[in-house]
């Protein structure tokens, strides 16, 4: 049997964070770590060795990008892909997270029914 994908999801909205957390905890094959902030990102990730990190671009104190930043100056999370949740899709908009490291980008308000396959889209991106 493979490892599970480890799946880490931050957002400083709780009732986001509720959503992700239904629509990812029973998909067969994934393990979730949920996190309510950058800093509490930061400090799960070297727990967790997440594959792929959801980030909310938009949260107090640390967002998305900066928080992006940090997770990749980490040598242990080499092979995680990013991506960002966020309403800010317009094209410009898209290109300039994909110049961050962003593998995708998924857009808020996300389809819950359909994040796990977006999930599952990103791990197998080239």
Aim: contains cysteine.
């Amino acid at each position: 049997m493979t490892e599970p994908v480890r799946v880490m999801y931050v957002d400083d909205e709780p009732d986001i964070r509720t959503i992700v957390e239904f629509a990812l905890e029973d998909e067969p094959g994934m393990s979730l770590c949920i996190c309510a902030s950058g800093a509490e990102a930061l400090e799960a990730a070297l727990r967790f060795l997440p594959d792929i990190v959801l980030l909310d671009v938009m949260m107090p104190g640390m967002d998305g990008p900066t928080t992006l930043q940090h997770l990749q100056l980490m040598p242990e999370l080499a092979g995680a892909r990013f991506a960002f949740v966020t309403a800010k899709v317009q094209p410009q908009e898209v290109a300039h997270f994909k110049s961050l490291g962003a593998t995708a980008v998924i857009a808020k308000p996300f389809d819950p029914m359909a994040l796990a396959d977006q999930v599952w889209a990103i791990r197998d991106r080239n």
